[in-house]
């Protein structure tokens, strides 16, 4: 066993190429206050305009203050953390050392993530289990990965069916709503049970990338879908696009 260290830069200075640096004094101070302006503008309403022949008050603008770029340091408010933060792999490279000794192993512990992403799909702090294999190639992974998926479906629906039941439940409530209220566009789909089925019970369709990027603009020439991002080869795929192939195409 062996441990991973890593020689961390001085927090006050840019390690990110074109990273926003603080240009004069009381820089974060003066945005802070812009901002809060522009967010009492929008919930007030504007103030009484000035009377004929009167001019509206002008603030004398402060004279800024300039930092010598040589001494310029991070602007963390723009930042995604908003402060100095560093992220490590150290629990996933241990753990390949006990893959090559041990064999079947796995990490399972807090994950943090510096992608400035604000969706259910992309969060910067989550829990996440890795199972390590050595001697393995893609076959391999695609397999794990299909039959952990599975199992942990199955293990669900036989172990925890009061849970299903319940959200299927507040499913039918919500469509009931929606058929009653006239909702635009809706359309009744399969519930949560029925899907978590069709996802347990269905072999994984496989695909290169090729493939679904020539099957998308196939289908896209014919079309049979709109995409606000237009597929070509060498973007990568997104939600919208994986979505379909997954629910429209296979």
């Given at each position: 066993?062996f441990?991973?260290?890593?020689t961390?830069?001085?927090?006050s200075?840019?390690?990110?190429?074109?990273?926003?640096l603080?240009?004069?004094?009381?820089q974060v101070?003066?945005?802070?206050?812009?901002?809060?302006e522009?967010?009492?503008k929008?919930n007030?309403?504007?103030s009484?305009?000035?009377?004929?022949g009167?001019?509206?008050?002008?603030e004398?603008?402060?004279?800024?203050?300039?930092?010598?770029?040589?001494e310029r340091v991070?602007?963390?408010?723009?930042d995604?953390?908003?402060?100095?933060?560093?992220?490590?792999?150290?629990g996933?490279?241990?753990?390949e050392n006990y893959?090559?000794?041990?064999g079947?192993?796995?990490t399972?512990?807090?994950?943090?993530r510096?992608?400035?992403?604000?969706?259910?799909?992309?969060l910067s702090?989550?829990?996440?289990?890795?199972?390590?294999?050595?001697?393995a190639?893609?076959?391999?992974?695609?397999?794990?990965?299909?039959?952990?998926?599975?199992?942990?479906?199955?293990?669900v629906?036989?172990n925890?069916k009061?849970d299903i039941d319940?959200?299927?439940s507040?499913?039918?409530r919500?469509?009931?709503a929606a058929?009653k209220?006239k909702?635009?566009g809706?359309?009744i789909?399969?519930?949560?049970e029925e899907?978590?089925l069709?996802?347990a019970n269905?072999?994984?369709k496989?695909?290169?990338?090729?493939e679904?990027?020539?099957?998308?603009m196939?289908?896209?020439?014919?079309?049979?879908?709109?995409?606000?991002?237009?597929?070509?080869w060498g973007?990568d795929?997104g939600?919208?696009?994986e979505?379909y192939?997954?629910e429209?195409?296979?």
């Amino acid at each position: 066993m062996f441990q991973v260290t890593t020689t961390l830069p001085d927090p006050s200075k840019p390690v990110v190429p074109n990273a926003p640096l603080l240009e004069y004094k009381g820089q974060v101070e003066e945005e802070a206050r812009l901002a809060a302006e522009k967010d009492a503008k929008k919930n007030k309403k504007q103030s009484k305009k000035p009377k004929k022949g009167e001019e509206a008050p002008v603030e004398e603008e402060k004279k800024k203050e300039i930092i010598p770029v040589e001494e310029r340091v991070m602007n963390y408010s723009k930042d995604f953390f908003s402060k100095p933060a560093f992220l490590t792999v150290s629990g996933q490279l241990a753990v390949e050392n006990y893959a090559c000794a041990l064999g079947n192993v796995y990490t399972f512990g807090p994950t943090f993530r510096a992608e400035n992403s604000h969706t259910t799909r992309h969060l910067s702090e989550f829990w996440m289990i890795e199972p390590e294999i050595a001697f393995a190639d893609l076959d391999d992974n695609m397999n794990l990965a299909e039959d952990y998926l599975k199992y942990c479906l199955k293990y669900v629906l036989l172990n925890n069916k009061d849970d299903i039941d319940y959200f299927v439940s507040e499913e039918n409530r919500a469509n009931a709503a929606a058929i009653k209220a006239k909702t635009k566009g809706f359309e009744i789909k399969a519930n949560l049970e029925e899907r978590l089925l069709a996802v347990a019970n269905t072999p994984f369709k496989r695909i290169t990338y090729t493939e679904c990027i020539d099957m998308l603009m196939e289908h896209v020439k014919a079309k049979k879908i709109k995409f606000r991002e237009k597929p070509t080869w060498g973007i990568d795929m997104g939600s919208e696009h994986e979505r379909y192939l997954a629910e429209k195409v296979f």
